[in-house]
């Protein structure tokens, strides 16, 4: 069976050094692909690929065997998508925006409006559905986007640090959520700085390094490949070029000095 | 000197005049920086912008007092000064006025720290009265810096020009007197428009402030064209005002200090020093009401903000929604149109920039309109009786009307709403939608039709129904023709696609527009009044139409696929363009 989303060799080039080179995995229906890798490792490149925001300059994205870019309006209609800044229109209500996304989608409208008051509601969100986005904490604008991307039921999702600025509870809500849709035959690529959210709910991890693979295993097995007894040591190992102890306190001297 | 130095060194960046600097920052930048493809102007760009219209109106006065042209136009070179110059004297203490208004209505969500200042300087040590005081200080600053700026050009230039024959002596009583005044316009301008600010933030409660600002906003650049539009007609009045002072002549707030100005050149009639005094009371109330609301403000606003913070109030579904889905069965046909029609009725009315730009283009439609009408009036009142023939005047009225409003929408259209929130189109929307102009259309007719209904009944009830029924068809068909061809190429979904870059033809464009203007206005209503009178003159409206009909069809195919493709981002043409083909 094809795979939901594929990446072949892919490359994105701004100026002379690519930003992503030679990227390539596969990711099937009810699996979740965690996605690890420092500041401008190259994440949020490939999610601008995966999405077809942003064209390759080499390589390839499939789904299903198809290249996205052949009919991009039918791929995306199975496409779910939660971009790491929660960039909204500050003047619309929660509901607003929910409403608008939905008829882009072309939904019909009493199923759509149906669904809507039950996401929000699941969401916490029921209560300030009708004021503005600008009032909103960034937890809250998170969940409006995450209610965006569920709404049409895809089957592929894309999540870009999904968790960030949610509190404990929807953050634990959400963890459950992505286990569910896996179990429940989604394909869902998740980009995250947070190693414990990824080791619980990806089944497969992919690390990147100044824009390419460089380890790319199922969770369980990652940590044993590299020799390191957990996926935080495996990342250290493979990525951080700096001493986390070292750095820490060289920040406390710098804090310190000059005081009196 | 070095200990003035280090001493002005370490005041300078101490907390106080470093809080102050801050604030002056933040009243000039934009929330959270200008976006990409946002227009982004520095401080000091802005105060050199401010400063053009009163230097090169200063210039042009020389066509009244230039000596050389005064003499080969045979007129007299020898004439007062102070008598000669009141009526270009009115109109800079208009345009003093008017702009230091404009900037505090442009910059009115800036002037008193609000809930983002209180999250970053409420953290650190600083006292509350420190941060009053050093926001106050900066507003302090900025209505004497506005009010010198934008008249700094006019106060050399204009006596210079007017006084160019006269003594030294009378040079320096006209500067001081005339810098004097227009400063004090200015401020005048700036602190009125902060007192409104200050009363209604004083008086609402802060959510039906934050939701009627904005049209507070609007009403206020209504009033300061209209205020910009007696500098044509008042100051002829003010020659015949006499010793007495009239009723009418304390109504515009420039009158009082021109009065102001007179009095201080030796002219002190009662009528110009009841003038006079009316600007020192109005500029004293004006400082005082601004003093009290800041206060009253600031500890409404700012300093309760931890508590109007946590409570995120509840909201109300927005009305329009019935009349949306009314417009969803008979005018919106996809699911593209009903999702951004509903986006671009709901900017238009909530994000600011875009209600300014289409408030500030329909004032000046409904002022123009409004003094076209008064002046048509003047000369010939309105008949009682069907049959009668509606002169040029009275027929342009509706086609200024719809002439600005439709230029204002689809100007709005070309300004992005936060720029970053528009990958909810690029991700939802095929690229190859056609149905950016039927949008567009479609928003446009939502305010023409509307506001061009009422033409039917009221032609009709004043000129019968033949001259109604023929006059709204006209003004429909040419406000029809307007709209296409200012959307001809549009390819954007409204307030989703970033400014276009400053183009060399604008000056070009602009001349255009005038044009277009008067061609729009004063040459369809004088054709139609001859046709009205004599029905054979409306062929000549024949070839208009259809000439411009198959210029805009054939220039709309002359489009290539890619041209037609939605834009999200304005891209310059570039003369040299470097292909990457090695990767």
Redesign the interface.
């Known amino acids: 069976m094809a795979a939901a989303l594929e990446a072949r060799g892919l490359r994105k080039c701004y100026t002379a050094a690519p930003a992503v080179s030679e990227v390539t995995f596969g990711l099937h229906a009810g699996e979740v692909l965690g996605c690890l890798g420092a500041n401008g490792a190259g994440k949020s490149t490939i999610v601008k690929m995966l999405t077809g925001l942003s064209e390759p300059t080499r390589g390839q994205v499939l789904s299903f065997g198809v290249s996205i870019h052949k009919d991009l309006v039918a791929y995306r209609r199975r496409l779910g998508y939660v971009p790491e800044e929660p960039e909204l229109y500050a003047y619309l209500s929660g509901w607003e925006y929910l409403e608008m996304v939905g008829t882009l989608r072309g939904m019909e409208r009493a199923q759509m409006t149906k669904k809507i008051d039950a996401l929000l509601a699941l969401f916490s969100l029921a209560p300030y559905r009708h004021s503005s986005i600008g009032s909103y904490s960034k937890g809250m604008r998170q969940r409006i986007l995450l209610i965006a991307a569920l709404l049409h039921d895809p089957e592929i999702l894309i999540l870009d640090e999904p968790l960030s600025g949610l509190d404990v509870v929807s953050a634990m809500i959400v963890k459950s959520l992505i286990k569910t849709l896996g179990e429940h035959g989604k394909a869902i690529f998740y980009c995250s700085h947070v190693l414990e959210v990824v080791e619980k709910v990806c089944s497969h991890v992919m690390i990147l390094s100044k824009g390419k693979v460089i380890a790319y295993a199922p969770t369980t097995e990652l940590h044993r490949m590299v020799g390191q007894g957990s996926l935080e040591q495996a990342f250290v190992h493979l990525v951080a070029d700096r001493d986390a102890e070292q750095t820490a306190s060289e920040i406390v001297e710098v804090m310190s000095a000059g005081a009196a | 000197m070095d200990s003035v130095k280090q001493h002005w060194e370490r005041l300078s960046h101490g907390p106080f005049l470093r809080l102050m600097r801050h604030c002056v920052d933040r009243i000039f930048s934009g929330s959270e920086g200008a976006e990409p493809g946002e227009l982004d102007l520095s401080i000091a760009t802005i105060l050199a912008l401010l400063t053009t219209p009163g230097a090169f109106i200063s210039l042009f006065c020389m066509d009244h007092y230039g000596s050389l042209i005064l003499f080969l136009r045979g007129q007299s070179v020898r004439f007062d000064p102070y008598a000669a110059s009141a009526g270009d004297e009115y109109f800079f203490i208009v345009l003093a006025m008017v702009v230091a208004g404009a900037v505090a209505v442009w910059k009115w969500d800036r002037l008193v720290p609000d809930r983002r200042d209180y999250s970053n300087l409420a953290p650190l040590p600083i006292s509350s009265s420190r941060i009053f005081l050093a926001n106050l200080a900066a507003l302090s600053v900025l209505a004497v810096v506005l009010s010198l700026d934008v008249n700094a050009a006019a106060a050399f230039l204009f006596p210079l020009v007017v006084c160019a024959q006269e003594t030294p002596q009378v040079f320096e009583v006209f500067f001081a007197t005339h810098t004097l005044t227009i400063v004090a316009a200015s401020a005048f301008g700036f602190l009125a428009v902060f007192a409104l600010l200050g009363t209604f933030m004083a008086l609402l409660p802060y959510r039906v402030f934050r939701k009627t600002s904005i049209y507070a906003r609007c009403a206020i650049v209504f009033v300061l064209m209209a205020l910009f539009t007696t500098s044509f007609s008042v100051p002829r009045k003010m020659q015949h005002l006499g010793h007495v002072p009239r009723a009418w002549a304390h109504l515009p707030p420039p009158a009082w200090f021109l009065g102001l100005c007179q009095v201080l050149r030796g002219q002190k009639s009662a009528a110009w020093t009841s003038l006079g005094g009316a600007a020192i009371v109005g500029l004293l109330c004006v400082l005082l009401v601004s003093l009290v609301t800041y206060s009253l403000c600031y500890a409404r606003c700012f300093v309760q903000s931890a508590e109007t913070m946590a409570n995120?109030?509840?909201?109300?579904?927005?009305r329009a929604s019935m009349v949306f889905r009314l417009l969803d069965a008979l005018l919106l046909r996809s699911?593209?149109q009903?999702?951004c029609y509903?986006?671009a009725f709901?900017?238009i009315f909530?994000?600011e920039e875009q209600a300014f730009a289409i408030g500030g283009f329909l004032s000046l439609g409904i002022v123009l309109a409004s003094q076209t009408m008064l002046s048509a009036m003047n000369k010939k009142p309105l008949p009682t009786m069907s049959g009668a023939v509606p002169s040029p005047e009275i027929l342009s009225v509706p086609l200024i009307v719809g002439f600005f409003l439709i230029l204002g929408l689809s100007s709005a259209c070309a300004i992005p709403?936060?720029l970053?929130?528009n990958?909810?189109?690029?991700?939802?929307?095929?690229?190859r939608s056609r149905e950016c102009v039927p949008l567009a259309r479609k928003i446009v007719l939502t305010f023409v039709v509307p506001a061009l209904a009422i033409c039917l009944p009221v032609y009709s009830h004043f000129w019968g129904w033949r001259v109604g029924m023929t006059h709204t068809a006209l003004v429909a068909v040419w406000c029809v023709l307007l709209m296409e061809g200012l959307l001809a190429r549009f390819r954007k979904i409204p307030f989703t696609c970033s400014l276009p870059k400053f183009k060399s033809h604008v000056i070009v464009s602009a001349l255009l527009l005038i044009l277009g203007y008067f061609a729009f206005t004063s040459v369809t209503a004088t054709v139609e009044s001859w046709a009205l009178a004599d029905p054979l003159w409306f062929i000549a409206f024949v070839p208009v139409v259809l000439g411009f009909s198959v210029v805009l069809y054939r220039w709309r195919n002359t489009m290539i696929d890619s041209d037609r493709h939605l834009l999200f981002e304005e891209q310059s043409i570039t003369v040299v363009e470097v292909l990457?083909l090695g990767?």
Request: charge should be positive; aromatic fraction near 16%; avoid cysteine.
């Open positions: 995120l109030p509840a909201g109300r579904a927005a699911a593209f009903r999702a509903r986006f709901r900017t909530r994000s709403a936060p970053r929130a990958w909810v189109f690029r991700f939802h929307i095929n690229s990457n990767s």
